[in-house]
């Protein structure tokens, strides 16, 4: 049997050492993050995405070989466990492949099958199917028993067929084979609920709908399923192409054919064979074709959901490393009309300095006395930055700044509007109340506002992932596995970027490799009763930051203007010792050695290197030393909307507008471009040439410039285009990515079945509509970041 190791390395095209030493590492303890930056000689070099899917296969690897186990046990237990199936049971390499084979096997209810057995009606049925020559009914007779419950010779009959039945469909390698084929050939269809048509409208593009399952792309997949979840479609699992199930006889298909010529059943004018042919009907239509269809649905849902789980995880990673503005007196606006505007000032580490509530829009409409009040606190304060959250009266508040700057142009003041996802949720935190609590929950949404444009990896860092609201269907994926992939992103980008141990929030350093939220407190605590560390080592004595907890987090963790210029870097204190060979080396100090990048280029790593430190190490240290702590997040950069466009009615086909992507998903990017409502480019409008995976275009926080294609004002849609020659209004066609295949198209299902006039491949249209009903999208898909 291939060793866990043995399977990871080939998936991964490494060597097994490799394997092995991470998985060592990890179950140590070890973080992904520790052993991709600081371990690098150990592993041969395994960078961080190979560790994270090593990391999952490592887990479901084990939990197979925990079932496989189980599997074994409960079979011998039985007195079964032959040695081929033992072999067997070993070989297989996934666990479905398990549960096939131990289906016969598994505990169950008394079925149709045990009881007939337990009537004595088994040499019946071993008869009937090793002798076709034999008559059912004449054979059948001498099993006629009333006082074994079998009445009469149909109900002998009847008996042996649920005994062949049962052998037929736990037969392991029928089902895989045929488990395959239908994922193949089959395809997924879904109809109306009677009376449901128009309470489901936002289902209409599925009311009559089919594609091969192999076809289907996630969104799709989840809408589906969620239609059928709200009771407005109904779904079947078909297990041939439509045309084929559209001609087929009455004669058996060739799922049937292929289960009777796995047990040598064929017609060929016998007595027996057409009892057994009903047997294999029977068979397939009341056993495996309803398992089957079982499995396909947790296929598709799987598939589904695993990448809907790698859409929100790109997303999240994207908008956790968006560009900070830096530490910049901040002005924070939570944007309202009846409670009024919500302000925050907090200088250039976070801290809240000021604040207040103004009332510029309906129903007080004080705008004057709102600038006076704006225009004192960023003097007061010397504020250079404006965020504006970009939920209701966004676009209004939006419109006050811009009046403040132009009445005050020596101030320098910048405005930008930001995402506010998730800042509610943080006002009402515990953590918010602790952190901020002299302040009413209203204000801290603003502060919250002020801060994530500061640094949006640490604000964001103290909100749930899925509050920021950057998932696609999110709320129909798993709560576990979810959280599992967002809580790796968010471990990943914190340590990326690094952490600066005198300034960071609690929720900040529990993102910190080897910290956890209970350290972080003691971090916390410790640096409020002893002042600000001056050197990592001090981090020796927050209570229980053991050897193992100082391994893991000290390269991570920075102190800017501290003892040694070393811990405001990347550079693990336990390298020191080759920095220190450097300096000799280059007969220079620190401070000087850092930042010359001439002189550490000429350096070769190979002769800095020892028994510990290889070549990669030393590699890392000269980079680092060149930018020491360098910030891997890109330049800040701000869009521009356009004036005198505030709401969904101002906009006009053809218009060449700037945007925010606030999120992507499976079937394009949705941009805010300052109407209160995100459009949507879908994935054929990317670009000129074909784009797989919209992420590969355009990611969250990135400016782009988009041409507005079609304007759906009532349902509140707005298609969108980045492709800037495209014409208003044009066909599916004409938005086609340029030198794409017609067959070619990714999202245009491939079998669709007319309904009402004909649900066919529509020769013309509206761009707006085509491009939302390739993406899958209804009415539901609605508000800010597209959220379901």
Request: glycine fraction near 8%.
């Amino acid at each position: 049997m291939t060793s866990i190791t043995q399977k990871i390395a080939a998936e991964l095209g490494v060597k097994n050492q490799q394997v092995d030493a991470a998985v060592a590492l990890l179950d140590e303890g070890a973080t992904v993050p520790f052993v991709a930056r600081y371990r690098k000689e150990v592993t041969g070099g395994l960078d961080d995405a190979q560790l994270r899917t090593l990391e999952e296969r490592l887990r479901y690897l084990r939990e197979l070989e925990e079932r496989r186990a189980t599997v074994l046990a409960s079979i011998e237990e039985q007195g079964k466990l032959t040695d081929d199936l033992r072999a067997r049971i070993l070989e297989a390499d996934s666990k479905a492949r398990i549960e096939d084979i131990y289906l016969p096997f598994k505990p169950k209810r008394r079925t149709k099958a045990q009881i007939a057995r337990e009537a004595g009606l088994g040499p019946l049925a071993e008869a009937l199917f090793s002798d076709p020559s034999i008559a059912p009914d004449e054979r059948a007779a001498a099993f006629v028993d009333e006082d074994k419950g079998v009445a009469s010779v149909q109900a002998a009959l009847e008996g042996a067929r649920a005994i062949l039945v049962e052998r037929f469909s736990e037969d392991a390698d029928l089902i895989g084979g045929l488990r395959e084929e239908m994922w193949k050939q089959g395809h997924l269809a879904s109809t109306v609920r009677d009376g449901k048509q128009t309470e489901g409208a936002k289902f209409a593009d599925y009311f009559d709908f089919s594609e091969p399952f192999a076809k289907l792309p996630s969104h799709r997949i989840l809408a589906l399923f969620r239609g059928e979840k709200e009771e407005v479609l109904n779904l079947s699992f078909e297990p041939e192409p439509m045309t084929v199930s559209a001609t087929a006889t009455s004669g058996p298909g060739p799922y049937e054919l292929r289960i009777g010529h796995r047990f040598g059943i064929a017609d060929r004018g016998r007595p027996g064979d057409a009892w057994l042919r009903d047997c294999v009907r029977w068979a397939w239509r009341t056993r495996i074709l309803v398992s089957l269809g079982l499995d396909m649905r947790a296929r598709l849902w799987q598939q589904a959901e695993d990448e809907g789980v790698r859409v929100f995880a790109g997303n999240l990673r994207d908008l956790l490393l968006a560009a900070p503005a830096g530490i910049r007196p901040t002005m924070g606006l939570d944007p309202g009309f009846r409670t009024g505007v919500k302000v925050a000032v907090v200088d250039g580490t976070g801290k809240v300095v000021d604040t207040a509530t103004i009332y510029p829009h309906e129903p007080q409409r004080r705008w004057d006395e709102a600038l006076a009040t704006l225009a004192v606190l960023a003097a007061r304060h010397k504020v250079e930055l404006i965020a504006i959250g970009n939920g209701t009266a966004s676009r209004e508040t939006d419109r006050l700044a811009a009046d403040l700057i132009r009445q005050h142009p020596q101030s320098g003041l910048t405005k930008i509007v930001v995402s506010e996802a998730g800042a509610s949720v943080y006002s009402a935190s515990a953590y918010a109340s602790q952190e901020l609590p002299e302040l009413d929950v209203t204000l801290r949404g603003a502060v919250s506002i002020a801060r994530r444009l500061q640094d949006p990896l640490a604000e964001l860092v103290k909100i749930d992932p899925k509050s920021i609201g950057v998932g696609q269907y999110q709320h129909d994926l798993s709560e576990t596995k979810l959280s599992h992939s967002l809580d790796a992103v968010v471990e990943d980008c914190v340590n990326g970027v690094g952490v600066d141990v005198n300034t960071a929030s609690v929720p900040l350093l529990a993102r910190v490799s080897g910290v956890g939220e209970g350290l972080a407190r003691n971090i916390v605590a410790h640096r409020d009763e002893n002042g600000a560390f001056s050197n990592r080592a001090a981090l020796k004595k927050v209570a229980r930051l053991g050897p193992k907890a100082f391994e893991l987090c000290a390269g991570f963790l920075r102190i800017r203007g501290g003892d040694d210029p070393l811990d405001a870097s990347g550079v693990h204190p336990e390298a020191y010792p080759v920095v220190r060979r450097i300096l000799a080396t280059t007969k220079s100090d620190i401070r000087t050695l850092i930042g010359d990048t001439a002189t550490l280029r000429g350096l070769d790593p190979a002769h800095f290197t020892d028994d510990r430190f290889g070549v990669p190490t030393v590699t890392d240290i000269l980079r680092e030393l060149e930018k020491p702590g360098r910030d891997p997040r890109p330049a800040f950069k701000t869009a521009t909307f356009k004036e005198g466009v505030e709401k969904i009615g101002d906009l006009q086909p053809g218009m060449v507008m700037e945007g925010v992507v606030t999120n992507v998903a499976a079937f394009g990017a949705f941009v805010d471009i300052g109407v209160h409502q995100d459009g949507l480019v879908h994935i054929s409008a990317m670009a000129n040439s074909f784009v797989k995976d919209p992420r590969d275009v355009a990611k969250p926080g990135d400016v782009v410039r988009v041409k507005v294609l079609e304007v759906d004002a009532a349902r509140k849609r707005i298609a969108l285009t980045m492709r800037l020659d495209d014409a208003p209004g044009a066909t599916r066609d004409a938005s086609q990515p340029r030198g794409q295949r017609r067959d070619d198209r990714r999202e245009q299902p491939r079998t669709q079945r007319p309904a009402g006039g004909g649900r066919g491949e529509p020769a013309s249209g509206s761009a707006l509509a085509e491009a939302l009903r390739r993406a899958g999208l209804s009415s539901d898909n609605k508000g800010r970041n597209g959220k379901n």
